[in-house]
């Protein structure tokens, strides 16, 4: 009986504590960023939400908090409109240098982000890309495509291509076999990768502390410096906002799996 | 039932895939008429379905032509050859309903959705789904999701239907009663239907004709009694129910007897063969019947070695003298005389014999 009792608690045990240590720095930022004063402080001496007033009211944050939404979405953009038709490409064809153009796409990932960062630092340099959102963009999107091109190779791996071949038999092209067949079943799959890329680029900082500039400041960038130079509870109030947003998509998933997909593609194709 | 011009032609089509030295399909030919229902028959790795890929459209041919109506379609890809398909795993589109997947190919030939509606009904009815128009692949049986793959290849009437083993995951009963609602809607409809299995008795029953698969090429295409009786090649003979393969030579042409290890054998009027050729002479095994004596030809004395007993009927197997191993039917009845051990008298009619060539 006892046994049988430890042996339920001790996983129980075990699962709250390492919550517990995962979770409670973050709590102390969600309680820091309600604190008072210009500098950050544990505990607080009395609670207030002028730091959230700050951070919407400022440029100086909005703008690097700008920044960031358009970078990431556009270097998600990119990074899914280059890795999409390459793991098709390598999900339908065997052509000669696979295995070699396999390796090129995974390289970003084997090399170090510092090594990365100080290369565009230099290359973007001679393209007079420093300083640029565009320099970010192209940067980030190299740095995701290896790990989107991962998640949708093994989204086509589970895919059932004999439905393909179902929807040719139908009389469907490949354009109209994509758009009917391919992209509604593969749909929730690629906004899962392209949220990846999104936070990829989102998460950044190496490179985005050497290449960025004060032009295109992130978000992160514009974290580092302030708690570099002024220790602003501003960042605490940012990092709880990021915190919240990055917990309601996780139940907004988990929400919509269990709702079950209820769009019908041949809606789609009835409006037409 | 003639032509001047066959409906669909296979003409010496061959398939190598990339990269291997072995030929997937080797030579076939074959004239497929309208309305016709023609079975590939054959064991794994024949070459079946590879051919019906061809037909299809999906894979290309190495070589040969394959002809609709006196046109070579191998240019032609698989969406605009207007060719239903039914594939083994059923294939619907788990996104879309029962009425949603057989409407697909009419929406995508553009059709006015008064006539989609009217059509996607009569179909789903015709193949006895009517109530579960709403449901999702998934919310259907095997039996019932492969009924939505045959209406929604039937329901733009294409101009032919391949089936590879659409059956293949169902079971038994379910798949002879889909045996039969499939050849009923072919006859009906005047489908020409082409249609992948390795179960012999379904081509039996099903097909105007069978071609009979093996190392990918089709040893021989006839009517499924034809193929029964009259095997072309030992493989057809042996693949296509049970027989008695005796090694031969003919003897006496004229007379028509083959010399055999177990003396001569008469044959039938329809072979012709020369004298001193290497045969076979095969009798199927429910041919071969108890004799009260032995009789001077065409009957042999066995040892009974082996007997399985089905209820209604015995299956014997038997050995002669000089060893060589026939096997028979007895009824029920004849049981005890068949006892394992037991010495029988059997015997044949020369016109149940078929002689077929057999190579050096
Ligand atoms: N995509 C492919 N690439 C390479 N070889 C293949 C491919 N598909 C089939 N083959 C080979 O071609 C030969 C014929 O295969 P096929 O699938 O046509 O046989 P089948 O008669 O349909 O067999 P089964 O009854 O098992 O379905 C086999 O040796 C098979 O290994
Ligand atoms: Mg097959």
Same mark, same amino acid.
Request: glycine share 8%; net charge positive; proline share 5%.
């Given at each position: 009986m006892t046994s049988r009792l430890q042996s339920s608690l001790i996983p129980k045990f075990l699962a709250l504590s390492i919550g517990g240590f995962l979770l409670l720095p973050m709590l102390l930022v969600v309680v820091m960023s309600f604190g008072e004063g210009t500098s950050l402080r544990f505990p607080p001496r009395a609670f207030t939400i002028d730091s959230y007033i700050v951070y919407f009211t400022s440029a100086g944050w909005m703008v690097p908090t700008l920044n960031s939404f358009i970078i990431a979405g556009a270097s998600a953009a990119i990074t899914l409109l280059v890795t999409t038709p390459a793991a098709f490409a390598f999900a339908l064809f065997d052509f000669p240098g696979k295995r070699l153009v396999r390796l090129l796409i995974m390289m970003p990932l084997m090399v170090p982000f510092i090594v990365m960062a100080l290369a565009y630092f230099f290359f973007f340099g001679q393209l007079r890309l420093l300083n640029t959102m565009v320099g970010v963009v192209i940067a980030h999107a190299c740095l995701a495509v290896p790990i989107v091109f991962l998640i949708q190779s093994a989204n086509l791996k589970s895919f059932d291509w004999t439905l393909v071949r179902a929807s040719q038999a139908c009389g469907a092209g490949h354009f109209r076999t994509f758009r009917y067949i391919c992209l509604p079943l593969l749909r929730p799959s690629f906004l899962v990768a392209g949220l990846f890329a999104f936070i990829t680029s989102f998460d950044e900082t190496v490179i985005a502390l050497f290449i960025s500039g004060r032009a295109a400041s992130t978000l992160p960038r514009r974290m580092f410096e302030s708690v570099r130079q002024e220790s602003d509870p501003v960042v605490a109030v940012v990092s709880t906002l990021l915190f919240a947003v990055v917990a309601a998509v996780a139940i907004v998933i988990a929400w919509r799996r269990e709702a079950g997909r209820s769009r019908s593609a041949t809606r789609d194709l009835e409006r037409e | 039932m003639t032509q001047a011009q066959p409906f669909l032609r296979l003409d010496a089509v061959s398939k190598r895939y990339g990269g291997r030295a072995e030929l997937a399909v080797e030579g076939v030919s074959a004239d497929i008429r309208e309305g016709e229902f023609v079975s590939l028959l054959g064991p794994s790795g024949s070459g079946k379905t590879t051919t019906l890929m061809m037909i299809a459209g999906f894979e290309l041919p190495s070589e040969g032509r394959i002809m609709l109506s006196g046109s070579? +379609?191998?240019? +032609? &890809?698989a969406h605009r050859r207007n060719f239903g398909m039914v594939f083994q795993n059923y294939?619907?589109? &788990?996104?879309?309903t029962a009425f949603e997947n057989v409407a697909y190919p009419l929406r995508l030939r553009k059709q006015p959705s008064s006539r989609i509606d009217e059509k996607v009904k009569r179909y789903l009815d015709m193949v006895g789904l009517a109530r579960f128009a709403s449901r999702r692949p998934a919310e259907l049986s095997g039996g019932q999701q492969q009924r939505v793959a045959l209406a929604r290849a039937l329901v733009f009437e294409p101009t032919v239907v391949l089936m590879d083993e659409p059956l293949g995951a169902l079971d038994k009963n379910l798949r002879e009663q889909m045996q039969i609602e499939i050849k009923e809607l072919q006859k009906k409809l005047g489908i020409t239907l082409i249609y992948v299995t390795h179960d012999q008795s379904e081509a039996m029953t099903m097909s105007d004709r069978i071609a009979v698969f093996n190392n990918g090429r089709i040893e021989q295409i006839a009517a499924p009694l034809e193929i029964y009786r009259r095997p072309e090649t030992r493989f057809v003979g042996e693949f296509v129910g049970e027989s008695n393969m005796i090694e031969g030579r003919v003897g006496d042409a004229t007379e028509r007897r083959v010399e055999t290890e177990i003396g001569e054998i008469e044959y039938g009027p329809d072979s012709a063969f020369g004298a001193g050729m290497p045969v076979f002479a095969m009798i199927r095994p429910e041919l071969i019947t108890l004799a009260e004596k032995l009789p001077p030809r065409n009957g042999t004395q066995l040892t009974v070695t082996r007997t399985i007993h089905f209820g209604d009927r015995v299956s014997v197997e038997g050995t002669t003298v000089g060893g060589t191993m026939l096997r028979f039917r007895a009824s029920g009845r004849e049981a005890a005389v068949c006892a394992t051990g037991r010495q029988v008298n059997v015997a044949w009619r020369s016109d149940d014999v078929h002689i077929l060539a057999r190579g050096q």
């Amino acid at each position: 009986m006892t046994s049988r009792l430890q042996s339920s608690l001790i996983p129980k045990f075990l699962a709250l504590s390492i919550g517990g240590f995962l979770l409670l720095p973050m709590l102390l930022v969600v309680v820091m960023s309600f604190g008072e004063g210009t500098s950050l402080r544990f505990p607080p001496r009395a609670f207030t939400i002028d730091s959230y007033i700050v951070y919407f009211t400022s440029a100086g944050w909005m703008v690097p908090t700008l920044n960031s939404f358009i970078i990431a979405g556009a270097s998600a953009a990119i990074t899914l409109l280059v890795t999409t038709p390459a793991a098709f490409a390598f999900a339908l064809f065997d052509f000669p240098g696979k295995r070699l153009v396999r390796l090129l796409i995974m390289m970003p990932l084997m090399v170090p982000f510092i090594v990365m960062a100080l290369a565009y630092f230099f290359f973007f340099g001679q393209l007079r890309l420093l300083n640029t959102m565009v320099g970010v963009v192209i940067a980030h999107a190299c740095l995701a495509v290896p790990i989107v091109f991962l998640i949708q190779s093994a989204n086509l791996k589970s895919f059932d291509w004999t439905l393909v071949r179902a929807s040719q038999a139908c009389g469907a092209g490949h354009f109209r076999t994509f758009r009917y067949i391919c992209l509604p079943l593969l749909r929730p799959s690629f906004l899962v990768a392209g949220l990846f890329a999104f936070i990829t680029s989102f998460d950044e900082t190496v490179i985005a502390l050497f290449i960025s500039g004060r032009a295109a400041s992130t978000l992160p960038r514009r974290m580092f410096e302030s708690v570099r130079q002024e220790s602003d509870p501003v960042v605490a109030v940012v990092s709880t906002l990021l915190f919240a947003v990055v917990a309601a998509v996780a139940i907004v998933i988990a929400w919509r799996r269990e709702a079950g997909r209820s769009r019908s593609a041949t809606r789609d194709l009835e409006r037409e | 039932m003639t032509q001047a011009q066959p409906f669909l032609r296979l003409d010496a089509v061959s398939k190598r895939y990339g990269g291997r030295a072995e030929l997937a399909v080797e030579g076939v030919s074959a004239d497929i008429r309208e309305g016709e229902f023609v079975s590939l028959l054959g064991p794994s790795g024949s070459g079946k379905t590879t051919t019906l890929m061809m037909i299809a459209g999906f894979e290309l041919p190495s070589e040969g032509r394959i002809m609709l109506s006196g046109s070579d +379609i191998v240019g +032609i &890809p698989a969406h605009r050859r207007n060719f239903g398909m039914v594939f083994q795993n059923y294939a619907l589109f &788990p996104h879309m309903t029962a009425f949603e997947n057989v409407a697909y190919p009419l929406r995508l030939r553009k059709q006015p959705s008064s006539r989609i509606d009217e059509k996607v009904k009569r179909y789903l009815d015709m193949v006895g789904l009517a109530r579960f128009a709403s449901r999702r692949p998934a919310e259907l049986s095997g039996g019932q999701q492969q009924r939505v793959a045959l209406a929604r290849a039937l329901v733009f009437e294409p101009t032919v239907v391949l089936m590879d083993e659409p059956l293949g995951a169902l079971d038994k009963n379910l798949r002879e009663q889909m045996q039969i609602e499939i050849k009923e809607l072919q006859k009906k409809l005047g489908i020409t239907l082409i249609y992948v299995t390795h179960d012999q008795s379904e081509a039996m029953t099903m097909s105007d004709r069978i071609a009979v698969f093996n190392n990918g090429r089709i040893e021989q295409i006839a009517a499924p009694l034809e193929i029964y009786r009259r095997p072309e090649t030992r493989f057809v003979g042996e693949f296509v129910g049970e027989s008695n393969m005796i090694e031969g030579r003919v003897g006496d042409a004229t007379e028509r007897r083959v010399e055999t290890e177990i003396g001569e054998i008469e044959y039938g009027p329809d072979s012709a063969f020369g004298a001193g050729m290497p045969v076979f002479a095969m009798i199927r095994p429910e041919l071969i019947t108890l004799a009260e004596k032995l009789p001077p030809r065409n009957g042999t004395q066995l040892t009974v070695t082996r007997t399985i007993h089905f209820g209604d009927r015995v299956s014997v197997e038997g050995t002669t003298v000089g060893g060589t191993m026939l096997r028979f039917r007895a009824s029920g009845r004849e049981a005890a005389v068949c006892a394992t051990g037991r010495q029988v008298n059997v015997a044949w009619r020369s016109d149940d014999v078929h002689i077929l060539a057999r190579g050096q």
